[in-house]
């Protein structure tokens, strides 16, 4: 019963999402800015697209690229005959003042904050995402760690027990009004994703189960991992 | 000058290797155990052999198997035709004594530990491993984490500054008469890997850089990664 009241709750909802694509491609060792690179013929940042849309075909969808990027985007939009509908925000000078900039497109309801560079986000950790956000307010997911850890400091190192350990990935989810609220603040040094942004601003995290899969496109190595996975 | 001498003491020092293949394939959902499954046409233990050999050919191949998969692992040395020497220990019921059991193979010089299901070891990274235990007594391979991190305790979480942590890989690089003592300690339940035994004993452990592919297989999705690196 309660499930059913969130589905329907959740149809009725506004979605959004903001997906962040403000990357150069220096790490990628490439001309192209990462999010534009092709996996298995397509650009990834389509691909990231694709995944919310696939999820709810009436979800707002509003892109952050950097004004230099925007006439690159364009062609692809044409070249692969996108038929999904987006709004584009202008990105900023940080990734904070790029979700703000995106954030300015968002009126209500529940917002997506997701990395362009994760195309392999699964529909299944959108929606719980989107689901946690409705109940609680806001929701992130997360996975467990598969390799030993340990923590250094100074010139001396220690081992860190792993259980207590998650990786944060995106979309990270949240109730408009707050998450607009939490942007109201200044910017800060140790702000390394919207959630550090949200919880500063007073409110708790809750995590979801995210999918292993689900990594951020960064090194040259990453993209035959990607490729590999979509072959599966 | 220093690193001639480093290098000449090398060459001569007895090098060992104990692979340590104890795992069963319950989270591959598969009825092999993994480390022999095939990654592009050969067992993930046989690739892993051969970055040791390919590291140098005189070093002393030590597998640690559990009793039942010692048939097994022989119809493979058959069918593969391998002309790499080895000898084989019996795995133990923990990985601390099937360790113990490998290293009961071992007389002096330097010995790297490592999971047979890192097929992906650079032979870069060996040699770190080597050089920096030659000097140093022993060391072990890690990388940064590029994701944000959070510490989950009892109902709450919270970020953790992910530039304080290295994920640990293996061989794990240690002199043999040091790495022996240790291993007289009894085990322990916060033992996860070599270097934890190592530091329990009384040493410092060193970190020496690991290399990104080098993970540790384990769900269906590490091996698509895998066969991607290996067509690279």
């Not at 969130?6 to 149809?11: A, I, Q």
């Not at 892109?63 to 990105?91: D, Q, R």
């Not at 609220?181 to 708790?204: M, S």
Request: charged letters at 20%; aromatic letters at 8%; hydrophobic letters at 45%.
């Amino acid at each position: 019963m309660l499930y059913k009241l969130t589905s329907f709750l959740l149809y009725i909802m506004q979605k959004s999402v903001i997906i962040v694509a403000g990357g150069s491609g220096r790490r990628m060792q490439s001309d192209i800015p990462k999010q534009f690179i092709e996996i298995s013929g397509k650009p990834i940042i389509i691909l990231t697209i694709e995944k919310f849309y696939a999820y709810d075909n009436d979800i707002n969808i509003i892109l952050v690229l950097p004004s230099k990027h925007i006439p690159h985007w364009n062609t692809l939009a044409v070249k692969y005959n996108l038929m999904i509908p987006f709004l584009i925000a202008k990105g900023g000078d940080t990734r904070f003042q790029s979700v703000k900039n995106g954030l300015a497109l968002v009126e209500k309801g529940i917002v997506a904050i997701h990395d362009a560079v994760r195309p392999m986000v699964a529909v299944k950790t959108i929606q719980r995402c989107f689901e946690t956000a409705l109940q609680l307010g806001n929701a992130i997911p997360v996975i467990p760690v598969n390799d030993s850890l340990r923590v250094v400091e100074n010139e001396s190192n220690k081992p860190f027990d792993r259980n207590f350990v998650r990786i944060v990935q995106t979309p990270q989810c949240f109730n408009v009004n707050l998450i607009k609220n939490a942007y109201l603040q200044d910017d800060d040094i140790r702000f390394t994703d919207d959630a550090t942004v949200f919880e500063k601003y007073g409110e708790k995290i809750n995590l979801v189960e995210g999918n292993p899969e689900n990594i951020k496109i960064t090194h040259p190595v990453d993209i035959a991992f990607a490729e590999a996975l979509l072959k599966l």
